[in-house]
T-cell receptor, first 117, second 111 residues
Framework: GAVVSQHPSWVICKSGTSVKIECRSL??????MFWYRQFPKQSLMLMATSNEGSKATYEQGVEKDKFLINHASLTLSTLTVTSAHPEDSSFYICSARGVAGATDTQYFGPGTRLTVL | DQQVKQNSPSLSVQEGRISILNCDYTNSMFDYFLWYKKYPAEGPTFLIS?????DKNEDGRFTVFLNKSAKHLSLHIVPSQPGDSAVYFC??????????FGTGTRLQVFP
């Protein structure tokens, strides 16, 4: 099956620092990757959609200068939380969707727990 | 405006019996529907999907039913096992577009 990895699985950082989260599709090429955020006992909230080689499309209310997304290759997307603050503490999950003509299913990574002190 | 709704936040089922999880949607442009299973502190795991041209899709113990006229889909798990205990999310999208998730239903399967 399609496997998506995320690194790191958890991170604790001080307020004001930046944190980078990597999302990789391990056994398929992902033309599109998605970044979600989940608060406790809530549904997944889509933050942004990124296509390889182009700028990410952010959902309404998501600050693009704060959450930098880079989709440099068909197997790697990164999310950088810049100048993190305690309110950015959350569970961040990426997903990847295969190339056109293949499945439309999104496959999710295991998530990254970010705690900002 | 919640386009995908899971009205039951929780469901408790005895092992061996059928679990039925329900999902309603409002957007008639949705063409593709999926169910995901999620454990705490993990990413969702894809279970099963169905496109709007079908009304049923089956994979092992999991069957998804789609009623387009009612804008309703359901996931049946038969027989239910304790390992099925998790939060189940339904999701919908126009094909090729972003997924819209429901709020999830917590399933507990007890012995």
């Amino acid at each position: 099956g399609a496997v998506v990895s995320q690194h790191p699985s958890w991170v604790i950082c001080k307020s004001g620092t930046s944190v980078k989260i990597e999302c990789r599709s391990l056994d398929f090429q992902a033309t599109t990757m998605f970044w979600y955020r989940q608060f406790p006992k809530q549904s997944l909230m889509l933050m942004a959609t990124s296509n390889e080689g182009s700028k990410a499309t952010y959902e309404q209310g998501v600050e693009k200068d704060k959450f930098l997304i880079n989709h440099a290759s068909l197997t790697l997307s990164t999310l950088t939380v810049t100048s993190a603050h305690p309110e950015d503490s959350s569970f961040y999950i990426c997903s990847a969707r295969g190339v056109a003509g293949a499945t439309d299913t999104q496959y999710f990574g295991p998530g990254t727990r970010l705690t900002v002190l | 405006d919640q386009q995908v709704k899971q009205n039951s936040p929780s469901l408790s089922v005895q092992e061996g019996r059928i679990s039925i999880l329900n999902c309603d949607y409002t957007n008639s442009m949705f063409d593709y529907f999926l169910w995901y299973k999620k454990y705490p502190a993990e990413g969702p795991t894809f279970l099963i999907s169905i496109s709007s041209i079908k009304d049923k899709n089956e994979d092992g113990r999991f069957t998804v039913f789609l009623n387009k006229s009612a804008k309703h889909l359901s996931l049946h798990i038969v027989p239910s096992q304790p390992g099925d205990s998790a939060v189940y999310f339904c999701a919908a999208s126009p094909i090729g577009d972003k997924l819209i998730f429901g709020t999830g239903t917590r399933l507990q399967v007890f012995p």
